[in-house]
Nanobody, 122 residues
Framework: QVQLVESGGGLVQAGGSLRLSCAAS????????MGWYRQAPGKQREFVAV???????NYADSVKGRFTISRDNAKITVDLQMNSLKPEDTAVYYC????????????????WGQGTQVTVSS
């Protein structure tokens, strides 16, 4: 069974940076699209960013220009560099396999890991 383990979260002041990392197991990693999602307290989980198997990227409007997603197929990891963090970025961040479903956007597939908490203070 594929496992996803997120790390790198923490407490940071507004304007600061964090780098999240997701370690995935499974031989199909190199041919799957990988996404980051987040869930703020009292809100539904939402899409943040995706990197396709071919290396293309896509971002939610709320993080565009501030976050950068990347993948390393050799290490089987996908990272999320987060700069210029805002209090509204506070959430538990999760990685997952992703599939594009037209009007539904980038839909997460598979089971969720434990996530990593990001807290941005004002």
């Amino acid at each position: 069974q594929v496992q996803l383990v997120e790390s790198g979260g923490g407490l940071v002041q507004a304007g600061g940076s964090l780098r999240l990392s997701c370690a995935a197991s499974g031989s199909t990693f190199g041919i799957t699209h990988m996404g980051w999602y987040r869930q703020a307290p009292g809100k539904q989980r939402e899409f943040v960013a995706v990197v396709t198997a071919g290396g293309s990227t896509n971002y939610a409007d709320s993080v565009k220009g501030r976050f950068t997603i990347s993948r390393d197929n050799a290490k089987i990891t996908v990272d999320l560099q987060m700069n210029s963090l805002k209090p509204e970025d506070t959430a538990v961040y999760y990685c997952n396999f992703a599939s594009y479903r037209g009007t539904s956007g980038w839909v997460p597939l598979g089971s969720w890991g434990q996530g990593t908490q990001v807290t941005v203070s004002s």
